[in-house]
């Protein structure tokens, strides 16, 4: 598999998608979601690609393998906090995660629970089978995001006890260390980097609006830290407790069994800016100089910005995407249980594709399985989820 992009499956519709493919004359690759692509972007003609590939084949395994991650496969993202107050945030509202044990049933329009937090019949749960609920205030706390968010529900349903009994009271929709609270929106009215990260992982697809998430089936808990995304430690250990006790977390690069969040970029990229440059990229591999780098690299994963920032949620949704294909695995009987966290990685590690290239901005180093600057090299989803699901 490999190639030009001549063209794009119809999945997913967001307009930040692929531009360009979609024969946009205003955009460039650099301006979509290149690092999701099984192939080379059609306006880079002198890219070359050891696997025919801008990206990690996220495409494939939502095309063709059928698998967009999983509601019951959780991503913690510890930071400064959702923003429901911000344009983006309609990307993140249905994938908020929602904790029952802190939760009544929800009610139709006439008061009346069925017995079902999947009220609606969609398949999952979410902020919207409380949509109707009458004891959720109106209006809407921040009508912008399109419909009910968890806020609402942290506001309506807050009663002071620990309903789920793990230490945390009303603990609905994530924590905030900061203000020790059970509501993690940011004080900051503006702040949008928590969201524009959140987003980078699970961002809901295929709903012609912005971009698309790594793993846009799977949930967002939002943890908030601090004010920003360097906070202190004490604060930042606590929110790893409560995530991992959640079910998942990712930290960037400070801790051990955590993927650091380095990143590559094509070697013309701009962070997402046109510039006539863009369209001489030779290749996609390159070490972006705004990232970690070291001996506790792991993978690189291509993303827009080259950032840590947008690298560890990158991470993020990979592994999501493994831990879900896993879970299908045991549903279809090809695995006896869900994969550990080991196992997450060395599948990861097993399928990937190694950045050896000498002549790089950053050197690879030739016929090497590991190097500081790129750890093991650049994920193919596409084959760690393939390996997974023949319970390898």
């Excluded at 930040?16 to 003609?45: F, H, I, K, M």
């Excluded at 006890?161 to 793990?166: E, F, H, I, L, P």
């Excluded at 093991?376 to 997974?388: I, K």
């Amino acid at each position: 598999m490999g190639g030009t992009c001549t063209s794009v499956a119809a999945y997913p519709n967001d307009p930040e998608y692929a531009p360009a493919e979609r024969g946009d004359p205003q955009a460039t690759w650099n301006e979509e979601q290149w690092y999701l692509y099984s192939c080379l972007p059609s306006d880079a003609p002198l890219a070359s690609d050891p696997e025919g590939a801008s990206g990690m084949s996220v495409d494939r395994v939502w095309n063709e393998l059928a698998t967009r991650g999983r509601d019951d496969v959780i991503v913690a993202y510890m930071e400064g906090g959702v923003n429901w107050r911000l344009a983006d945030a309609p990307e993140l509202r249905l994938r908020a995660y929602l904790n029952t044990g802190e939760l009544p049933l929800p009610e139709d329009g006439k008061g009346i629970t069925h017995g079902t937090y999947d009220l609606n019949g969609d398949g999952v749960v979410n902020v919207d089978d409380y949509a109707d609920d009458p004891r959720v205030p109106r209006p809407l706390l921040h009508p912008q995001a399109g419909g009910i968010t968890a806020e609402d529900l942290i506001v309506a349903f807050s009663d002071g006890r620990d309903g789920d009994g793990n230490g945390y009271v009303d603990d609905i929709s994530g924590w905030n260390f900061h203000r020790d609270t059970n509501d993690p929106q940011t004080d900051n009215s503006v702040y949008g980097h928590a969201n524009g990260e959140s987003r980078q992982a699970v961002a809901e697809t295929d709903n012609g609006f912005l971009a698309a998430g790594v793993c846009p089936r799977c949930r967002l808990l939002t943890v908030k830290a601090g004010d920003e995304a360097i906070d202190r430690p004490d604060r930042v250990a606590e929110a790893i407790a409560f995530a991992v006790d959640s079910g998942d977390h990712t930290d960037g690069m400070f801790y051990p069994h955590i993927w650091p969040g380095n990143s590559i970029v094509g070697d013309q990229s701009t962070r997402g800016q046109q510039s006539p440059s863009v369209l001489a990229n030779r290749t996609y591999r390159s070490r972006s100089t705004l990232t970690s780098f070291g001996p506790h690299a792991l993978f690189s994963v291509p993303n827009n910005d080259g950032s840590t920032s947008t690298g560890t949620p990158t991470q993020a949704g990979v592994a999501a995407l493994v831990i879900a294909a896993g879970l299908d695995a045991v549903q279809a009987g090809r695995l006896a249980g869900p994969l550990s966290a080991d196992e997450v990685k060395q599948v990861v590690r097993s399928t990937v594709s190694p950045i050896d290239d000498p002549t790089l901005p950053f050197p690879g180093l030739p016929g090497a399985t590991f190097n500081i600057q790129y750890g093991y090299g650049r994920p193919n989803v596409y084959r760690a989820v393939q390996a997974v699901r023949a319970g390898q």
